[in-house]
Nanobody, 122 residues
Framework: QVQLVESGGGLVQSGGSLRLSCAAS????????MSWYRQAPGKERELVAT????????NYADSVKGRFTISRDNAKNTVYLQASSMKPEDTAVYYC???????????????WGQGTQVTVSS
């Protein structure tokens, strides 16, 4: 069982920056692809960014490309989301997600954190 704990959310002005962290425990961090999702009030949860288990590949939603950077430190069991040039539309609860590498376990494992609130003021 993997536990994910997000931190680093808060209130930031438009154009500002935040660094979100997600600390994992209880599993083998390096066999999980990690993602950040977000959910704004009244909207569906959307994928923000993904990083592969070894950090070799990343993908971003078009809405954050060039402004957000996902990274991970497998020695610290932590994934990060550096958000820059933030906009009011980035306001949401940000969730950390872990999905096991296909074939590592007999069935795929998925875990979610509890979320951290990010509010961008205009």
């Amino acid at each position: 069982q993997v536990q994910l704990v997000e931190s680093g959310g808060g209130l930031v002005q438009s154009g500002g920056s935040l660094r979100l962290s997600c600390a994992a425990s209880g599993g083998i961090f390096s066999v999980y692809h990690m993602s950040w999702y977000r959910q704004a009030p009244g909207k569906e949860r959307e994928l923000v960014a993904t990083i592969t288990n070894n950090g070799g590949s990343t993908n971003y939603a078009d809405s954050v490309k060039g402004r957000f950077t996902i990274s991970r430190d497998n020695a610290k069991n932590t994934v990060y989301l550096q958000a820059s040039s933030m906009k009011p539309e980035d306001t949401a609860v940000y969730y950390c997600n872990a999905v096991s590498v296909p074939g590592w376990y007999s069935s795929q494992r998925t875990y979610w954190g509890q979320g951290t609130q990010v509010t961008v003021s205009s």
